[in-house]
């Protein structure tokens, strides 16, 4: 049994979930025929009382798609500089949407209202135009990290002040919500748009929310169908979804503890420098000699662990639905041994 650490999208889907897959009704999404879909979109739409939602295949479609609609070619965007929009969606932002990134070092991952105001251009032909602010909650590269969530709304501020969008990549907006006690309503007032992914902690095969009011969501469908997700009788994947939403939120609050487990048990060992604040299900920490992030990684595979170092210096673990207590415990012994 194979203890995968790299990332939360190494979940398979469980019985249950392949049951409510199996059985799921389907029809052609791109005609809007798909019950489930409908139910799925109508669904994350009601919890988090914005107008309407739009399932797509990936994270990066949904954050690309957002980005698209909200932005005309020349703009920018203001985003953190380890960002997901930024660093991993293959230059999208330009290739998609024609815009140019004003990149922030936020404070693990997080952007504060001051940072934003000072990233504005100016109205000035020199100038691109700015439109759109992107934050990212969870922030992956910033250890997990939550927003808090006054901060949210100082930023918020900013944006009405000076004709701003205001997008989050809420990839893991789950985690971030169970961490801190906070409902999918109070961001749904917040955000022009928020994408939510099924596809990590909450453990389904496929799949990503686009959430914002109708005429958003109603441009968001046509850039889909632009970028190729438009899908067909994509309710077996929607089916994961919504067996998701109901089942499997609550199960985060174990993927923390396992989390701050792996915390203390790093905590001990000289070999392990600088220890990101471990918020939600994401450990990311330096490695001091005798390892290097690639030793380190190599060294727990020899125990069926598997990790990724993410830069030069640092090594991420992210706990999920597929670990388990005793996966868990197995790791804090093996780091003990080393
Ligand atoms: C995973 C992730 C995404 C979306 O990724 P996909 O693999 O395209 O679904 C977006 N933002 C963050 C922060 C992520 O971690």
Redesign the pocket.
Known sequence: MITDLRSD?FTKPSAAMLQAMFTASVGDDVFGEDPTINQLEAMAADMFDMEAAVFCP????T?QIAIKVHTQPGDEVICEKL???YI??GGGIAFNSGCQVKAIEGNYGRLSADQVVEAINPQDIHKATTSLVSV?NT??RGGGSCYEFTDLQSIKEVCLQNNLKLHL?G??LWNALVAKKETPRQHGELFDSI?I?L??GLGTPVG?LLLGNNSFIKKARRVRKVFGGGMRQAGYLAAAGIYALENNIVCLNEDHAHAQQILIALQKKEFVGKIMPVETNIVIFEVLPPYTPKSFEAELAKFSILCMSISSTQVRMVTHLDISSEMISNLVSVIETM
């Open positions: 999208t990936s994270g990066t479609m954050n960002s997901h929009v991993y969606e990212e922030a992956n990549d990839a893991r994408s992914c596809s990590k990503s």
